[in-house]
């Protein structure tokens, strides 16, 4: 339902500014108010079926039912509101570049229950990323379990060392790439740096100790969180040892599911959870990755990606 649509149902305070849908005249036939004039509710009715008392800038009083007038930041807005309905129209999902399979179909942690996720990265037309009303970091379908950045934001997140983008160039199972795509895939490991020390070590102990507040407070917690927790911890070591994102997961499966079929001890699972940061600890202070990402390397490819995109609208003008 729209802001017009619910606020036409309700009372609208004294204070609020408003815009004039008519033009409003005394019984003399004199101008009182011009259609698109903006003015201030002074008096509110108890109900709808009254008028509302709007103030105009030059202190004269009108009397207006509700759908005479319109609240001025919805009036504003709704020529934006029509282009972007517009935008929705348009199947961004088209413009989808690389779609891959993450989660725990990729970790090899999958079982009769386990959903297919799908990621990737979506490049839009130069025409609509250029318009006034942009376009969204990210689009969704829910019922799929599927989600795709645009391709800044993705670039964003990789060079924050964001663990779920980084595992989308490293899964290997990929539906979808693009030759553009494909060549971001061959230089990921610009991505990798000693950041995914810092983003991967707080984000488990932020997680641990909510986990820890459930179980004083619920007397639970999401073991299969847990499980995907001290994988994570897994692999942000070996991306420090080796350089490369481990999406697969086989060689520690059994203790994995130990704890997503809560066959150990939440004591167990701690004390694993605090090896492994000092386990990331001391291969921390000997990684040979840089301190930080190629952000130079990054930019250009964004840049190279966009102009490709001009190319296309050019190419597609020429031809028609």
Request: proline share 3%; aromatic share 10%; with cysteine.
């Amino acid at each position: 339902m729209s802001h017009t649509q619910t606020s036409a149902n309700l009372i609208l305070p004294v204070g609020t500014q408003v815009v004039s849908r008519v033009e409003v005249k005394n019984a003399a036939g004199e101008l009182l108010c011009l259609r698109g004039s903006v003015g201030v509710i002074v008096e509110s009715p108890t109900d709808n079926s009254h008028r509302y008392q709007i103030q105009l800038p030059d202190q004269t009083i009108v009397s207006l039912k509700r759908l005479e007038f319109s609240i001025r930041k919805h009036f504003q807005k709704a020529g934006l509101e029509a282009a972007e309905n517009r935008l929705e129209e348009m199947n961004l999902f088209d413009y989808v570049i690389y779609r891959c399979i993450v989660g725990s179909r990729a970790y090899g942690l999958d079982d009769a229950d386990s959903d297919t996720d799908r990621r990737g990265i979506y490049l839009p037309s130069a025409e609509m990323h250029w318009s006034l009303y942009g376009v969204p970091e990210q689009i969704e379908h829910q019922a799929e379990q599927e989600c795709y950045w645009e391709l800044q934001k993705f670039l964003v997140l990789a060079l924050k060392a964001n663990p779920n983008v980084l595992e989308c160039l490293y899964t290997p199972l990929v539906e979808t790439a693009t030759p553009l795509a494909e060549q971001l895939l061959n230089m990921r490991d610009i991505f990798l740096s000693q950041l995914v020390y810092q983003t991967y070590n707080s984000y488990v102990l932020s997680q641990f100790k909510k986990m820890e507040q459930d179980l004083r407070t619920v007397g639970t917690i999401r073991w299969k969180h847990a499980m995907h927790l001290i994988r994570l911890l897994l692999s942000g070591i070996t991306i420090l040892k080796q350089g490369f994102v481990p999406v697969r997961a086989e060689d520690y499966r059994d203790r994995l599911f130990a704890i997503k079929y809560q066959q150990v001890s939440w004591d167990e699972v701690n004390q694993w959870r605090l090896s492994l940061h000092q386990e990331f600890d001391r291969t921390f202070s000997a990684t040979h990755l840089p301190e930080r990402p190629d952000y130079e390397k990054a930019n250009a490819f964004l840049i190279q990606a966009r102009q490709s995109m001009v190319n296309n609208q050019h190419g597609k003008q020429s031809a028609s």
